[in-house]
């Protein structure tokens, strides 16, 4: 039973316009939500996270939004970069602290 | 370079034989986790130290499996009679502890393993 999903595997983007990435999850004992950057044959870079406590953080081009009651969160990227072209993960944190990791989305961001 | 350093970065290795990853985690860090991650799928837990006790293993981490962080500091993580499943990115990650839920985990650039 997956406890984070994104059911995006792939988002394709115009350069300048703005990427928006999707993760649901279903237990609530989750408090803090990160999202993750892959390129290929790399590990994982932190982008951003947010704890349960708020519903929006911002930095630079990234915006992360989460909606306890639904169980939702996003990702913003605006503007799109060509270089934003990465596997994208939302990962969540309960109170054992090690992360529950959605399956990606593949962003491509076009010139 | 201060980040999580992995190594070897690719083994391939036959089916049967014993292969041993080394992760050295940031320097202040005291928790590290060993993940695995296959194709299409996100990283999957498999297990974490703070400091030199294995605090907890995934049901994924079977009897093949055995990680260690003797001193506290580096840790392996040895499979043994490999099997072909055990083909995947073995990623290891570390963090700080502390009142603070949002410790951000951070992870190393993985080490592919290859069982033929």
């Known amino acids: 039973d997956q406890q984070v999903k994104q059911n995006s595997p792939s988002l394709s983007v115009q350069e300048g316009r703005i990427s928006i990435l999707n993760c649901d999850y279903t237990?609530?004992?989750?408090?803090?939500f990160l999202w993750y950057k892959k390129y290929p044959a790399e590990g994982p870079t932190f982008l951003i996270s947010i704890s349960s406590i708020k519903d929006k953080n911002e930095d630079g081009r990234f915006t992360v939004f989460l909606n306890k009651s639904a169980k939702h969160l996003s990702l913003h990227i605006v503007p799109s970069q060509p270089g934003d072209s990465a596997v994208y993960f939302c990962a969540l944190s309960g109170s054992a602290r090690q992360l529950t990791f959605g399956s990606g989305t593949q962003l491509t961001v076009l010139p | 370079d201060t980040g999580v350093s992995q190594n070897p970065r690719h083994k391939i290795t036959k089916r049967g034989q014993n292969v041993t990853f080394r992760c050295d985690p940031i320097s202040e860090h005291n928790r590290l986790y060993w993940y695995r991650q296959t194709l299409g799928q996100g990283p999957e837990f498999l297990t974490y130290f703070q400091n030199e006790a294995q605090l907890e293993k995934s049901r994924l981490l079977s009897d093949r499996f055995s990680a260690e962080r003797p001193k506290g500091s580096f840790s392996t993580l040895e499979i043994q009679r490999t099997e072909q499943g055990d083909s995947a990115m073995y990623l290891c990650?570390?963090?700080?502890?502390?009142?603070?839920?949002?410790?951000?985990?951070?992870f190393g650039e993985g080490s592919w393993l290859t069982v033929v």
């Open positions: 237990n609530s004992m989750f408090d803090y």
């Open positions: 990650a570390s963090s700080l502890t502390g009142g603070h839920a949002g410790n951000t985990i951070y």
